[in-house]
Protein backbone atom coordinates (compact mmCIF):
# COMPACT_ATOMS: atom_id res chain seq x y z
CA UNK A 1 0.00 0.00 0.00
CA UNK A 2 2.85 1.99 0.95
CA UNK A 3 3.87 2.31 -2.76
CA UNK A 4 0.63 3.39 -3.85
CA UNK A 5 1.21 6.41 -1.95
CA UNK A 6 3.95 7.28 -2.73
CA UNK A 7 3.48 6.67 -6.66
CA UNK A 8 0.13 8.83 -6.01
CA UNK A 9 2.67 11.39 -4.38
CA UNK A 10 5.03 11.91 -7.48
CA UNK A 11 2.32 11.42 -10.02
CA UNK A 12 0.59 14.53 -8.30
CA UNK A 13 3.71 16.22 -8.18
CA UNK A 14 4.39 15.99 -11.82
CA UNK A 15 0.41 17.46 -12.63
CA UNK A 16 1.69 20.55 -10.91
CA UNK A 17 5.39 20.84 -12.74
CA UNK A 18 4.10 19.66 -16.23
CA UNK A 19 1.25 22.30 -16.47
CA UNK A 20 1.32 25.75 -16.33
CA UNK A 21 1.09 27.87 -12.97
CA UNK A 22 -2.13 29.29 -14.05
CA UNK A 23 -3.57 25.79 -14.26
CA UNK A 24 -2.76 24.81 -10.75
CA UNK A 25 -6.53 25.45 -9.72
CA UNK A 26 -7.82 22.86 -12.33
CA UNK A 27 -5.77 20.34 -10.91
CA UNK A 28 -6.73 20.44 -7.39
CA UNK A 29 -10.52 20.74 -9.03
CA UNK A 30 -9.37 17.49 -11.24
CA UNK A 31 -8.51 15.86 -7.70
CA UNK A 32 -12.02 16.45 -5.61
CA UNK A 33 -14.12 13.29 -7.58
CA UNK A 34 -11.11 11.06 -6.53
CA UNK A 35 -10.91 12.34 -2.81
CA UNK A 36 -14.35 11.66 -2.89
CA UNK A 37 -14.06 8.15 -4.52
CA UNK A 38 -11.88 7.52 -1.24
CA UNK A 39 -14.02 9.22 1.14
CA UNK A 40 -16.61 6.35 -0.19
CA UNK A 41 -14.38 4.10 0.18
CA UNK A 42 -14.01 4.45 3.87
CA UNK A 43 -17.43 5.00 4.97
CA UNK A 44 -18.03 1.23 2.51
CA UNK A 45 -15.52 -0.35 4.84
CA UNK A 46 -16.60 0.83 8.46
CA UNK A 47 -20.34 -0.62 7.23
CA UNK A 48 -18.71 -3.71 5.93
CA UNK A 49 -16.61 -3.55 9.21
CA UNK A 50 -19.55 -2.68 11.44
CA UNK A 51 -21.79 -5.13 9.71
CA UNK A 52 -19.37 -8.35 10.47
CA UNK A 53 -18.66 -7.12 14.18
CA UNK A 54 -22.92 -6.82 14.76
CA UNK A 55 -23.27 -10.38 13.32
CA UNK A 56 -20.59 -11.55 15.80
CA UNK A 57 -21.60 -9.86 18.82
CA UNK A 58 -25.57 -10.85 18.07
CA UNK A 59 -23.67 -14.84 17.57
CA UNK A 60 -21.76 -14.91 20.36
CA UNK A 61 -24.36 -13.61 22.72
CA UNK A 62 -26.62 -16.91 21.10
CA UNK A 63 -28.95 -14.35 19.19
CA UNK A 64 -30.55 -16.78 16.01
CA UNK A 65 -32.41 -13.33 14.55
CA UNK A 66 -29.98 -11.66 12.15
CA UNK A 67 -29.76 -8.39 11.78
CA UNK A 68 -27.39 -5.53 9.07
CA UNK A 69 -25.92 -2.72 9.05
CA UNK A 70 -26.28 -1.35 5.66
CA UNK A 71 -26.03 1.58 3.78
CA UNK A 72 -28.74 1.03 1.62
CA UNK A 73 -30.70 1.52 5.35
CA UNK A 74 -29.41 5.11 5.77
CA UNK A 75 -31.03 8.28 4.26
CA UNK A 76 -29.23 9.52 1.76
CA UNK A 77 -29.56 13.16 2.58
CA UNK A 78 -27.91 12.26 6.20
CA UNK A 79 -24.96 14.04 6.81
CA UNK A 80 -21.82 12.11 6.81
CA UNK A 81 -18.49 14.23 7.44
CA UNK A 82 -20.37 16.12 7.49
CA UNK A 83 -21.39 15.94 3.73
CA UNK A 84 -24.86 14.15 2.45
CA UNK A 85 -23.86 10.49 1.71
CA UNK A 86 -25.97 10.74 -1.56
CA UNK A 87 -23.86 13.41 -2.62
CA UNK A 88 -20.19 11.95 -1.83
CA UNK A 89 -21.75 8.66 -3.47
CA UNK A 90 -22.80 10.33 -6.14
CA UNK A 91 -19.54 12.61 -6.91
CA UNK A 92 -17.69 9.25 -6.39
CA UNK A 93 -19.18 7.36 -9.38
CA UNK A 94 -17.14 7.42 -12.54
CA UNK A 95 -14.44 9.61 -10.44
CA UNK A 96 -11.84 9.15 -12.99
CA UNK A 97 -14.17 10.57 -15.81
CA UNK A 98 -15.52 13.02 -13.66
CA UNK A 99 -11.96 14.16 -12.68
CA UNK A 100 -10.93 14.56 -16.26
CA UNK A 101 -14.22 16.97 -17.15
CA UNK A 102 -13.55 19.34 -14.08
CA UNK A 103 -10.18 19.39 -14.85
CA UNK A 104 -10.96 20.29 -18.07
CA UNK A 105 -13.94 22.67 -17.35
CA UNK A 106 -12.05 24.28 -15.02
CA UNK A 107 -8.73 25.05 -17.68
CA UNK A 108 -11.04 26.39 -20.34
CA UNK A 109 -12.47 28.57 -17.61
CA UNK A 110 -9.24 29.87 -16.32
CA UNK A 111 -7.84 30.40 -19.97
CA UNK A 112 -11.61 32.29 -20.94
CA UNK A 113 -12.43 29.98 -23.95
CA UNK A 114 -16.08 29.21 -22.88
CA UNK A 115 -16.98 27.70 -25.56
CA UNK A 116 -15.09 24.70 -24.93
CA UNK A 117 -16.30 24.50 -21.42
CA UNK A 118 -19.87 24.97 -22.81
CA UNK A 119 -19.08 21.60 -25.00
CA UNK A 120 -17.93 20.20 -22.15
CA UNK A 121 -20.02 20.59 -19.94
CA UNK A 122 -22.90 19.48 -22.43
CA UNK A 123 -20.59 16.24 -22.60
CA UNK A 124 -20.68 15.84 -18.90
CA UNK A 125 -24.56 15.96 -18.97
CA UNK A 126 -25.14 13.35 -21.33
CA UNK A 127 -22.68 11.27 -18.86
CA UNK A 128 -24.58 12.37 -15.80
CA UNK A 129 -27.70 11.39 -17.50
CA UNK A 130 -26.52 8.11 -18.84
CA UNK A 131 -25.39 7.06 -15.70
CA UNK A 132 -21.69 6.99 -16.86
CA UNK A 133 -21.11 9.37 -14.40
CA UNK A 134 -22.86 10.48 -10.50
CA UNK A 135 -25.06 7.37 -11.09
CA UNK A 136 -25.36 4.51 -8.38
CA UNK A 137 -27.65 2.47 -7.04
CA UNK A 138 -27.40 1.06 -3.54
CA UNK A 139 -27.78 -2.78 -2.26
CA UNK A 140 -27.13 -3.47 1.04
CA UNK A 141 -23.66 -2.24 1.59
CA UNK A 142 -22.82 -2.56 -2.36
CA UNK A 143 -22.55 0.49 -4.56
CA UNK A 144 -23.77 -0.62 -7.75
CA UNK A 145 -23.34 1.34 -11.00
CA UNK A 146 -26.72 2.46 -12.30
CA UNK A 147 -26.87 3.01 -16.09
CA UNK A 148 -29.94 4.01 -17.81
CA UNK A 149 -31.07 7.49 -18.89
CA UNK A 150 -32.09 9.88 -16.14
CA UNK A 151 -32.55 13.39 -15.21
CA UNK A 152 -30.65 14.09 -11.88
CA UNK A 153 -29.65 17.15 -10.29
CA UNK A 154 -26.09 16.77 -11.78
CA UNK A 155 -27.51 16.86 -15.80
CA UNK A 156 -29.43 19.90 -14.34
CA UNK A 157 -26.39 21.54 -12.82
CA UNK A 158 -24.26 20.59 -16.08
CA UNK A 159 -26.73 22.27 -18.24
CA UNK A 160 -27.01 25.45 -15.97
CA UNK A 161 -23.59 25.27 -15.77
CA UNK A 162 -23.14 25.14 -19.70
CA UNK A 163 -25.74 28.21 -19.99
CA UNK A 164 -23.66 30.29 -18.08
CA UNK A 165 -20.46 29.44 -19.95
CA UNK A 166 -22.82 30.68 -23.46
CA UNK A 167 -23.74 33.58 -21.43
CA UNK A 168 -19.96 34.45 -20.57
CA UNK A 169 -18.59 33.66 -24.03
CA UNK A 170 -20.29 36.87 -25.24
CA UNK A 171 -19.48 39.03 -22.69
CA UNK A 172 -15.77 37.60 -22.59
CA UNK A 173 -12.66 38.90 -23.90
CA UNK A 174 -10.59 36.97 -26.12
CA UNK A 175 -9.23 33.33 -24.72
CA UNK A 176 -5.81 33.65 -23.61
CA UNK A 177 -2.75 32.67 -25.60
CA UNK A 178 -1.32 29.77 -24.37
Known amino acids: ??????????????????????????????????????????????FNYADRSIAGILENAGVKETSHLWMSDVPLSLPFLPYPMGGLLSLSQGFLISSMIWAS?????????????????????????????????????????QFGSSFNSFVTAYFLLGILFLLASFFRKEPRKV
Do not use: Y
Open 1 to 46: MAIVLWIGIVIGSQAFEATPSRHAPAVVIGTLPALAGWGVLLIQST
Open 105 to 145: IAVFVIDRDFKKALITCLIAAVLAGTGFIHGFTLRGNDILN
